[in-house]
């Protein structure tokens, strides 16, 4: 039995567990990004738990494998100033590695978790394959005839940064105008909510969202699922911009399998997942594959973090 520590960077939070070769989670940490000073600490108290980790299960890890949001210097082995993190650089491999002596494989968040598709869940035995996040952000990692891919500096695929909104109506976390996930994720429908209430006066008068402050995307889908009709045109335009946005994705990757995660779309699977093959059908011109979640919930980031530690993906190997 062969054994990794797998590290799933987030925005939100960190999850640091030990896992062996059979795709097994054996110890799972989890705690805040944002609660360390600096990314010193933050990367010291991974690599105290990595260690310890390893000493309190007796065994000996083959190497560390860490996704983190991007975007990263993947050559470097870097996360640079990254739009929803609290730290402005972040020297993951080097660090890692002087701080435990093993091994690291680092990538792309989104990436990662397509790694974990690939290897323990619902791409295994598919060539080509797409994952999907939709969390604070919103990403993705893809296969194409079995190849991993990566870009030059591994942040390929940022697709939350294509336009979505000719009408550039929403400006993205980056500052750029029209981003998918300006709208569609996360971070982005609470203010996207905001910005059609000031244009729907009346729908905000007399919404339930009115008195939520701060306005989260939850509040946003619980007000939907109630007959709210200010979250109503929030939702369809966000399944209209969702669609748009994996229709992107089938005309240039023509995946066999869309799988789907990150917290937005596991919490809300019945607003956003039914109904968008169809929706998509509009505008693919590729056979639009099945859309589905990700079997593996919310433990992807760190199961493709294993596959990384354990060196099974030969594009993102351990160093
Ligand atoms: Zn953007």
Known sequence: MKYAVAVDIGATQTRVALGNDEGEILEL???KTSSFPGPDEYLRHIAGLALSLEKKHGVEVEGIGVGSPGPLDMKKGEVLKSVNMPFDRLPVVSALKSLTGKKVAFA???????????????????????????STGIGAGIYVDGELLL???????EVGHVVVDSGEEMTCGCGKKGHWEAYCSGSGIPRYAKFLAARNPELWEKSPLK????LTAKDVFDAFREGDALARLVMERVRKFNAYGFAV???????????????VALNNPDVLLAGLKEEVEKYALNVVPEIRLTPLGD?????????????????????
């Open 29 to 31: 940490h989890v705690f």
């Open 108 to 134: 792309n968040d989104a990436v990662t978790a397509a790694v974990g598709e690939k290897y323990w869940g619902a791409g295994r035995g598919l060539e080509n394959l797409v994952y999907v996040t939709i």
């Open 151 to 157: 870009g030059k500096h591994g942040n390929a695929h």
């Open 211 to 214: 008195s939520r402050e701060p």
């Open 249 to 263: 994705l089938v005309n240039v990757y023509d995946p066999e399998i869309i799988t789907v995660g990150g917290s």
């Open 299 to 319: 433990k992807i980031g760190v199961l493709g973090a294993l596959a990384l530690g354990l060196g099974l993906e030969k594009k993102v190997p351990l160093v």
